[in-house]
């Protein structure tokens, strides 16, 4: 059972608070209020296995490391991703659009991340080409669309089991079973929605994922990039390292990401504290907390559950 909210000095509560937002909130666009409309549900309920493991920040950064690592993995989406999107030369801003479309789509309010949904599935039907294999690709393909949402789902429930608290059979059915809506406006139409599916998912893509510099352009990137302040920057690294720790021996050795990407024992540890912290802060702009109070519900109530 959690403990509830930790107790922290409020300018360091503001201080962290306000460099999320900063992250979360994209400069070339209109700030995104979750708190509002006053009311409006989410495409989930608020008592969702997804409202309480995606309020974890760093599970959430971690887990979208990971399945970018899978999605990179697979020749047609790697294709897509990095030739018609700008991870190589803005990837903050990329994060901030990716992480902004995540958290919209589990606590938005749902005519809003509808509406979102839509936009993104015009531009991917813009998205087409060839693979470095002479294959042709589009971005919304349904095999690839659900490959792509798989692997965030599996990214995300893997972090946050890993690396705050085990979730178990039963936890994973509801988290895999409540991304299915969302999927399938994105055009995914059957992703797993148990583990035995997505286990079933994976074996059948294995033969497909191969090791590419892209990956390793990508976890460099990951380490580097202007994500969190300069003194904590190479937290991140703990972190991308965290992401492949999540990946099966078998996978990693496919994909060349030797013991140097991982992490050691201590460094385990370390993430393992970090996440928990993480787990029991309660960030006021956050829109976890921001979407409780649009639906009346008090700001700590993902908070203390178990």
């Known amino acids: 059972m959690s403990r509830g909210p930790l107790s922290l000095p409020s300018p360091l509560v ?4 306000q460099h ?4 979360m909130q994209p400069p070339d666009g209109p700030p995104v209020d979750f708190a509002n ?4 549900a989410a495409l989930l309920a608020a008592d969702s296995v997804s409202w309480r493991t995606f309020k974890n920040p760093v599970t959430v950064f971690i887990g979208g490391v990971a399945a970018v690592i899978l999605e ?6 790697r294709a897509g991703v990095w030739t018609h999107s700008s991870f190589k030369t803005d990837p903050l801003r990329r994060m901030q659009r990716t992480g902004l479309a995540a ?3 589990v606590y938005g309010p749902a005519s809003r991340t509808k509406a979102m949904i839509a936009r993104v599935v015009r531009m991917h039907g813009r998205v087409t080409g060839t ?3 002479g294959r042709p690709y589009e971005a919304n393909d349904v095999d690839l669309l659900t490959w792509v949402h798989a692997t965030a789902t599996w990214g995300f429930a893997a972090a946050y089991s890993r690396y705050v608290q085990p979730l178990d059979d039963e936890a994973l059915q509801r988290l895999y079973t409540e991304a299915r809506p969302a999927a399938q406006l994105y055009g995914a139409a059957h992703p797993p929605t148990d583990p035995a599916q997505m286990r079933a998912l994976f074996a059948r893509m294995a033969p497909r994922l191969e090791a590419s510099p892209v ?3 990508f976890l460099s990137i990951m380490r580097t990039a202007p994500i969190l302040p300069v003194p904590v920057r190479r937290a991140q690294g703990l972190l991308v390292g965290a ?3 999540l990946l099966d021996a078998d996978l990693r050795a496919r994909l060349a990401l030797d013991a140097g990407h991982g992490l050691s024992r201590w460094q385990r540890m370390l993430v393992d504290r970090i996440a928990g912290i993480a787990e029991r802060t309660l960030l006021p702009t956050s829109p976890a907390v921001q979407s409780c109070l649009r639906l009346g519900l008090p700001p700590d109530y993902l908070y203390g559950r178990s």
């Not at 503001?14 to 608070?17: A, Q, R, T």
């Not at 999320?20 to 992250?23: D, E």
């Not at 409309?37 to 409006?40: F, I």
């Open 131 to 133: 693979t470095e294999h």
């Open 243 to 245: 992401a492949v720790e």
């Open 103 to 105: 958290m919209s789509t």
């Open 14 to 17: 503001d201080l962290i608070d």
């Open 20 to 23: 999320a937002l900063r992250l």
């Open 215 to 217: 990956i390793l352009e």
């Open 37 to 40: 409309p006053a009311g409006e």
């Open 72 to 77: 990179l993995a697979e020749p047609a989406v």
